[in-house]
Nanobody
Framework: DVQLVESGGGSVQVGGSLRLSCAAG????????MGWFRQRPGKDREGVAV????????TYADSVKGRFIITRDKAKDLVYLQMNGLQPEDTGIYYC????????????????WGQGTQVTVSS
């Protein structure tokens, strides 16, 4: 069974940075893509960023473009989400997810999910 484990969440002040890590397991290279999602208080879960394993291209939600960066360490089977310029509206639980096959959109069709890590941004 695939287990994804996030770490790196915490509390920061506005404008601060955090780097989330996802231990993605041994078979990351077989995945279609790895994504980061978040669930903000009172809102549905939303896609934040995705990295396609084959070509290493990335896509970001408009709300985080220019501030967040998704990367992968192949040797360590880790996927990162570097978050800069954090704002209170970035507060939420962040989830790592993996998808085996392509889907209609970059934020659908994920097969595996981590347990989530809390990010809190205060002003």
């Amino acid at each position: 069974d695939v287990q994804l484990v996030e770490s790196g969440g915490g509390s920061v002040q506005v404008g601060g940075s955090l780097r989330l890590s996802c231990a993605a397991g041994r078979y990351t290279y077989k995945r279609n893509c790895m994504g980061w999602f978040r669930q903000r208080p009172g809102k549905d879960r939303e896609g934040v960023a995705v990295l396609w394993i084959g070509g290493a291209s990335t896509t970001y939600a408009d709300s985080v473009k220019g501030r967040f960066i998704i990367t992968r360490d192949k040797a360590k089977d880790l996927v990162y989400l570097q978050m800069n310029g954090l704002q209170p509206e970035d507060t939420g639980i962040y989830y790592c997810a993996a998808r085996n096959l392509a889907a209609a959109t970059w934020y659908e069709g994920y097969n595996y999910w981590g347990q989530g890590t809390q990010v809190t941004v205060s002003s």
